[in-house]
């Protein structure tokens, strides 16, 4: 069967310290896959997206970065976090036209 | 790129009426238009969605209608119940779900 995994599901940081949320599919291969970034009572931003391995597009300029080492497995990372870095971070995997979210990582830097 | 504006903001209905999203888009490009649905701390979940060569498209309770001369597009929900109750998101595409881009999402409160 065809599932996402993100985790964690919720992490508390400093400001300054790194950052490392990771997302795989199961059930599929060569799929898109996206970030997206929700703010409090906001909508969803689109961070990066990818059409295979090691092929990362960024849609707004950041301190976050994001890679693809592996066909199912995308990773989003920070140097260095910074306040403004807070909120409910979504992997979404492409399923034909619509897409399947993960559960989701809510972060919270401190 | 693409840029979808979404409206209204928050909405407040009694149980059994109806309920209207409206979103517009920039991108003449666009051909899917899908929504979603996000209950509280939940994942945003796929309930519709339509492609630029149809107007209308129904399932249940829910239907999505789309102007393409006007780039607008809407989400009805009728005899609405507590359950209903979310963060509705429209979104467009202008590659068959490629890059999705995302409204800023509508609070729903169905009062029973």
């Known amino acids: 069967s065809q599932t996402i995994h993100q985790w964690p599901a919720t992490l508390v940081q400093p400001v300054g310290s790194p950052l490392s949320l990771e997302c795989t599919v199961e059930?599929?291969?060569?799929?898109?896959l996206y970030w997206y970034r929700q703010a409090a009572g906001r909508g969803l931003q689109l961070l990066f997206y990818s059409v295979g391995i090691g092929q990362i597009s960024s849609e707004v300029p950041q301190n976050l970065s994001a890679s693809r080492p592996q066909d199912r497995q995308f990773i989003l990372s920070s140097k260095k976090l910074l306040l403004s870095d807070s909120g409910f971070y979504l992997c979404?995997?492409?399923?034909?036209?619509?897409?399947?979210f993960g559960s989701g990582t809510r972060l919270t830097v401190v | 790129g693409e840029n979808v504006e979404q409206h209204p903001s928050t909405l407040s209905v009694q149980e059994g009426d109806s309920a209207v999203i409206k979103c517009t888009y920039s991108?003449?490009?666009?051909?899917?238009f899908p929504w979603y649905k996000q209950e509280l701390g939940k994942r945003p979940q796929l309930i519709i969605d339509?492609?630029?060569?149809?107007g209308e498209k129904k399932d249940q309770r829910i239907a999505v209608t789309l102007n393409k001369t006007a780039k607008h597009f809407s989400l009805h929900i009728t005899e609405t119940q507590p359950e209903d109750s979310a963060v509705y998101f429209c979104?467009?595409?202008?590659?068959?779900?490629?890059?999705?881009?995302f409204g800023a999402g509508t609070r729903l409160f169905v009062k029973a």
């Open positions: 979104a467009a595409s202008p590659t068959g779900g490629f890059k999705t881009i």
């Open positions: 991108d003449s490009a666009s051909n899917y």
């Open positions: 059930g599929t291969s060569n799929p898109n």
């Open positions: 979404a995997w492409q399923v034909g036209y619509g897409y399947t």
């Open positions: 339509i492609r630029s060569n149809v």
